[in-house]
């Protein structure tokens, strides 16, 4: 069965200009308007596309994709209780993007509605993809910066599963949102220079800010209000 809350449209870029100046893309309306390719380019409130959001049950295919790399015999989930969201967000690039996140079928309503509020407040992220394209390496995902959510692994350093395994945690933009303890150790190394949470960074994560806000809005909790260590590229629905 297919839950679809707003289905979702492919952009497409209109062919490069000829002139001097390269062109601005433009996106193409659901019912095939070029919503701009002028000299002067509209205001992004008029020709941004709507968001669009979907939730899926795991359809054979990507099962076969995410057994043995992201999912294994022996998680604490199986794939029945997964869904797989479809996502408009906002880049890094200042465009928009397609982006795609595995969570937990009784998270998926809720995080398509925090996603939406992201996109509303054009919060960028600069990827997000399945980590079975990393390997399902977390190290490999947060170089990457990419932003994901499913990853049937333990907490590192303990035997206990992480909430990341059951689909009810998400990391955003670990770069710019790192891993952080009280002895100066960041994770992803590229992130050491967001341990100062005083910038106004693109992708950064601000406590009681809009993106904490969203989240709390559903019930997820951010780890950046976690005493030291501090996982500001972390929300989850029990706070671990």
Same mark, same amino acid.
Not at 5 to 24: D, F, I, K, Q
Not at 153 to 156: D, I, M, N, P, Q
Not at 177 to 187: I, K, L, M, R, T
């Given at each position: 069965? #297919? /839950?679809?809350? =707003?289905?979702?449209? #492919? /952009?497409?870029? =209109?062919?490069?200009?000829?002139?001097?100046?390269?062109?601005?893309?433009?996106?193409?309306?659901d019912g095939g308007t070029n919503l701009g390719h002028a000299a002067a380019p509209r205001p992004l409130s008029r020709s941004a596309p709507p968001f669009r959001g979907s939730v899926q049950r795991i359809g054979a295919k990507l099962r076969k994709r995410m057994t043995g790399v992201s999912w294994h015999p022996g998680c604490p989930v199986g794939f029945k209780r997964l869904r797989l969201l479809k996502v408009r967000h906002w880049g890094f690039?200042?465009?928009?993007?397609?982006?795609?996140?595995v969570v937990h079928r009784a998270e998926a309503r809720a995080m398509v509605g925090?996603?939406?509020?992201?996109?509303?407040?054009?919060?960028?992220?600069r990827r997000m993809r399945l980590v079975d394209a990393y390997g399902a390496d977390d190290h490999r995902s947060m170089d990457a910066d990419n932003t994901s959510a499913f990853n049937c692994?333990?907490?590192?350093g303990t035997s206990r599963w992480s909430e990341h395994a059951y689909g009810r945690a998400i990391d955003v933009n670990p770069v710019e949102?790192?891993?952080?303890?009280?002895?100066?150790?960041?994770?992803p190394p590229a992130g050491a220079p967001y341990r100062d949470r005083s910038q106004r960074a693109q992708g950064l994560i601000?406590?009681?800010?809009?993106?904490?806000?969203?989240?709390?809005?559903?019930?997820?909790?951010?780890?950046?209000?976690?005493?030291?260590?501090?996982?500001?590229?972390?929300?989850?629905?029990?706070?671990?």
């Open positions: 069965m #297919l /839950l679809v809350l =707003a289905a979702t449209t #492919l /952009l497409a870029a =209109a062919p490069p200009s000829t002139g001097a100046s390269p062109a601005r893309p433009s996106f193409v309306a690039d200042g465009e928009v993007h397609h982006g795609r996140l925090v996603m939406r509020k992201l996109y509303k407040l054009r919060f960028k992220i692994r333990l907490v590192a949102n790192p891993y952080a303890d009280s002895d100066g150790y960041v994770s601000h406590r009681r800010g809009p993106v904490v806000r969203a989240f709390a809005d559903s019930g997820w909790k951010w780890g950046g209000d976690w005493s030291w260590p501090k996982d500001y590229q972390h929300f989850s629905v029990t706070g671990s």
